[in-house]
Every structure is written in structure tokens, then in C-alpha cells.
């Protein structure tokens, strides 16, 4: 069973910051997704990973397969960033479920 | 960008009735899941579903719970005798084999 740890739990940036979020899992994956979710509930699929780096506007979401770690990096942050930015992790073979993290709350203040 | 559409919304029912929730997937994709995520924790997994058939189920996917894909287009989770503590929402994900796609969600209230 895979273990998905995000760090921090809570990160409260002024506008403009750069942001990191970080995530660590237990055991070897064959992809790992970055989602957002905002209150409401809907969740949003960021990147889909399984190796090196993906840029999207703002956002950049790195893995390190080695170490079993991936962040997200959000540049000149923004008040519509804040959501809770969540890691999910999919296991090898045809089964392509995701097990996933507890979320990070990001709160970003003009 | 392709839709997952979930409905309803919201739902609210007493407890020891049956509900069922209703899923639309991306149309060409092949592997279907229902996710849950109980108010203030993290997302579960609950089952997915791949040919016609369950390919994998979660412990909390018990014979309380079903997945019927009736038409070739819905995808639903019926949830028989509801307890309190299936209060949550109730995500249905739709993939091929890249990303995940993710329906807005139904909140299930259980009173």
C-alpha cells in the first residue's frame, strides 16, 4: 500500500511569492498527478507525471522517481491560486487507481 | 476541455434508503472509477471499472455498494440501506491510460 505524504499540510503566501509544494510516496508509482480543489469540491486534474518536468503557465510540477519525491511550484503567485493543491499517486500494471494525499491548503493574499 | 458530469449535485436522504449516483465519463475513455471523500479528510479510493466488470474494490466497498455501466454511456454507484457515515461526496474519475478526468462531484448527505 502506498503511503502519499504532502508537506506543508497549510501555506499562507502574499501575492506574488513563489510557492512549493512538496510530496513523498512509499512505494514505486507509474504516474503521479498534481490536482486542485476548490471549496465546492470539484476537483481539477493540474499535471499528470512520470518523469522529469512539466510546465504549464504558472504552474511547474517536477518527480524525482529515485527519491520518490515530486513538487509544485506555482510562480508570481495569485489570490485565485488559493485552493487546496492535492498529490495522487498511481500504482504499476493496468490499474490505474489513484491513492491519494491529504492536500495542501494554499491561502494567497493580495 | 472533455467533461466528466456527475449528477445530482447534492443529495440528501434518510437513512436505510437507496440511492444512486450518476456519472457520465469522457466517451472514449475505458477505465471508470468512484472515489469518496468524507468532510475534512483526504479522497478514497472505492472502486474501479474496466470491460464491464469491477477491476479492483477498496475495503469500504462492501455489498452495500454497486457499480452498473447500464447503457454504454452512464456509469453508477448505487448505494443500498444508507448509513450516516456515508454522508461525503462522491467523485466519479473517467481515464484511458494518461490523466484522470474528474466529475464535479455529488454531495450525499445522509440524515
Known amino acids: 500500500k502506498n503511503e502519499v505524504e504532502q508537506s506543508p499540510q497549510n501555506l499562507t503566501a502574499q501575492e506574488g511569492e513563489f510557492i512549493t509544494i512538496n510530496c513523498s510516496y512509499s512505494v514505486g508509482i507509474s504516474a503521479l498527478h498534481w490536482l486542485q480543489q476548490h471549496p465546492g469540491g470539484g476537483i481539477v486534474s493540474l499535471f499528470m507525471?512520470?518523469?522529469g518536468k512539466k510546465k504549464h503557465g504558472r504552474l511547474i510540477a517536477t518527480i524525482n522517481i529515485q527519491e520518490k519525491h515530486s513538487s509544485l511550484h506555482i510562480t508570481a503567485s495569485h489570490p485565485r491560486d488559493s485552493a487546496v493543491y492535492i498529490c495522487?499517486?498511481?500504482?504499476?500494471?493496468?490499474?490505474?487507481?489513484?491513492?491519494f494525499g491529504k492536500g495542501t491548503l494554499l491561502t494567497v493574499n493580495p | 476541455e472533455p467533461e466528466v458530469t456527475q449528477t445530482p449535485s447534492h443529495q440528501v436522504t434518510q437513512m436505510g434508503q437507496e440511492v444512486i449516483l450518476r456519472c457520465v465519463p469522457i466517451s472514449n475513455h475505458l477505465y471508470f472509477y468512484w472515489y469518496r471523500q468524507i468532510l475534512g479528510q483526504k479522497v478514497e479510493f472505492l472502486v474501479s471499472f474496466y470491460n464491464n466488470e469491477i477491476s479492483e474494490k477498496s475495503e469500504i466497498f462492501d455489498d452495500q455498494f454497486s457499480v452498473e455501466r447500464p447503457d454504454g454511456s452512464n456509469f453508477t454507484l448505487k448505494i443500498r440501506s444508507t448509513k450516516l457515515e456515508d454522508s461525503a461526496m462522491y467523485f466519479c474519475?473517467?481515464?484511458?491510460?494518461?490523466?484522470?478526468?474528474f466529475g464535479q462531484g455529488t454531495r450525499l448527505t445522509v440524515v
Open positions: 474519475a473517467s481515464s484511458g491510460t494518461g490523466r484522470a478526468f
Open positions: 495522487a499517486v498511481r500504482g504499476g500494471g493496468s490499474n490505474y487507481k489513484l491513492t
Open positions: 507525471l512520470s518523469s
